[in-house]
């Protein structure tokens, strides 16, 4: 069992950073791949990045702006995102998870959510 908490959301303008970070209960936490997602109200949940488990491999909506990383001696991991636009605007939701390499995107491939964290980017 693995609980996951986000920290970091908050008002930013356009064109600033933030770091949000998702600390996790559970020395399992290590084993699983990590994700983080995004969603908006009357929207599916949509991929922002993941990170295997080993480190060895990152995916990304979209490269450049936002990197995903993990301390596994702090039990948990973060997402740094700059040059943050208006329509970055949404909660934010750290997930863990042990999806296939095909399904790093799928939200589907992540068993534990943490409650998410209101990202708002003004223009």
């Known amino acids: 069992q693995v609980q996951l908490e986000e920290s970091g959301g908050g008002l930013v303008k356009a064109g600033g950073s933030l770091r949000l970070s998702c600390t996790a209960s559970?020395?399992?936490?290590?084993?699983?791949?990590m994700g983080w997602f995004r969603q908006t109200p009357g929207k599916e949940r949509e991929f922002v990045a993941a990170?295997?488990?080993?480190?060895?491999y990152t995916y990304y909506r979209e490269p450049g702006r936002f990197t995903i990383s993990r301390d596994n001696a702090k039990n948990a991991g973060y997402l740094q995102m700059n040059n943050l636009e208006p329509e970055d605007t949404a909660v934010y939701y750290c997930?863990?998870?042990?999806?296939?390499?095909?399904?790093?995107?799928?939200?589907?491939?992540?068993?534990?959510w943490g409650q998410g964290t209101q990202v708002t980017v003004s223009s």
């Open positions: 997930a863990a998870g042990n999806p296939i390499l095909s399904e790093m995107r799928n939200p589907r491939g992540y068993r534990y």
């Open positions: 559970g020395r399992a936490f290590r084993g699983y791949s």
């Open positions: 990170l295997r488990a080993n480190g060895g």
